[in-house]
């Protein structure tokens, strides 16, 4: 496991009333490129001094303005077992619901909402 640095600047400027780019970029004196960089983080690095102008226009931490997060690193390719184990839970599926009889839509639908509400109930008791 690796961490990654995940810039926050489009929540910021979201909860700053949806600031554009351009306005945050005529206000600070960051460009809009390296603004745009920092946000889809396709950039290297930030310099300390565009670390202070955002959390100075923000009034943010450096913290609320990027954060770490643990970045997992996927395997290269499954394994037969694991492409094996998964065409026999898609079999399964698929001889299930070709078996099953025939609904309406709003038979589903009311199975759907029953489902949806006992979810939400288990987690208002979690929430506890």
Do not use: Y
Not at 24 to 47: D, V
Not at 52 to 63: D, H, R, W
Not at 85 to 110: F, K
């Amino acid at each position: 496991m690796t961490l990654k640095i995940k810039p926050q600047l489009a929540v910021l400027r979201a909860m700053h009333g949806k600031i554009s780019q351009s306005e945050l970029s005529r206000q600070t004196g960051i460009t809009q490129k390296q603004l745009s960089a920092l946000e889809t983080g396709k950039t290297k690095g930030i310099t300390f001094e565009t670390l202070a102008k955002l959390c100075l226009f923000f009034s943010c931490t450096p913290n609320e303005l990027l954060q770490l997060e643990a970045e997992i690193k996927a395997d290269s390719s499954p394994t037969a077992e694991e492409l094996s184990l998964a065409d026999e839970i898609i079999s399964r599926g698929l001889n299930r619901a070709m078996t099953a009889p025939q609904r309406s839509v709003q038979e589903i639908w009311a199975e759907f909402d029953t489902v949806r509400a006992k979810i939400a109930n288990n987690a208002s008791i979690k929430d506890k």
